[in-house]
């Protein structure tokens, strides 16, 4: 079945960084889509795309669906404190929906 | 405020004990879905209802059960539970099927022993 692997596991971020985090498979999906995940709760859509090639914006964070329809990326720009959490890419295939297993940012210390 | 509600929040359970997970929205969804999240793994879909009346198996369905109680509501039961079955079940609803789950509800933690 549909696989997604999502990198990097973990980093942490230093405010005021870029951060940059991917979502690759070998199947190809309809859409791909962002949630972030705050501990105790349950994850929030962040941005989806819906279209190969799409590039589309939610404030300081970017995604994109690439081209081969088998990946995707998230941009964080400008990092703040309240950007740790976990990051889940999803992908659509049909109405199968299919999660990444995160990424989780942590603040450097 | 509006959005997917979850009962009960944290759940300690016996091996072979029985227990319906509650989960309500609020904002006219038509589907609404079950996951489970273990460490390591992204969530995994065990039942979704693609509208009122219908119920479907998603991808780790064996050893529960669901019900599409009305439009509102969607309960999870585990007839008999087993220790594989500890982890964080989170309830979500979208206005369509076919669509990305739109909000989740903030996860039932359940611990079997």
């Known amino acids: 079945g549909q696989q997604l692997n999502q990198s990097p596991q973990s980093m942490f971020i230093q405010e005021g960084e870029d951060v940059s985090m991917n979502c690759t498979s070998s199947s190809i999906f309809n859409t791909w889509l962002w949630y972030k995940q705050d501990p105790g709760e349950g994850p929030v859509l962040l941005i989806a795309l819906y279209k190969a090639g799409e590039l589309t914006s939610n404030g300081r964070l970017t995604a994109q669906f690439g081209i081969t329809r088998k990946d995707s990326f998230l941009n964080i720009s400008a990092s703040i404190p309240s950007d740790v959490g976990i990051y889940f890419c999803?992908?659509?295939?049909?109405?199968?929906?299919?999660f990444g297993a995160g990424t989780i940012l942590r603040v450097k210390s | 405020n509006a959005g997917v509600t979850q009962t009960p929040k944290f759940q300690v359970l016996k091996t072979g004990q029985s227990m319906t997970l509650q989960c309500a929205q609020d904002m006219n969804h038509n589907s609404m879905y079950w996951y489970r999240q273990d460490p390591g793994m992204g969530l995994r879909l065990i039942y979704y209802?693609?509208?009122?009346?219908?119920?479907d198996k998603g991808e780790v369905p064996n050893g529960y059960n669901v019900s599409r109680l009305n439009k509102r509501e969607f309960s999870l039961r585990l007839e008999s539970a087993a220790p594989s079955q500890t982890s964080v079940y989170f309830c979500a609803s979208s206005q369509t099927e076919g669509i990305q789950p739109q909000h989740f509800g903030d996860g039932t933690r359940l611990s079997i022993l």
């Open positions: 999803a992908g659509l295939y049909g109405n199968k929906l299919v």
């Open positions: 209802s693609a509208s009122e009346g219908t119920t």
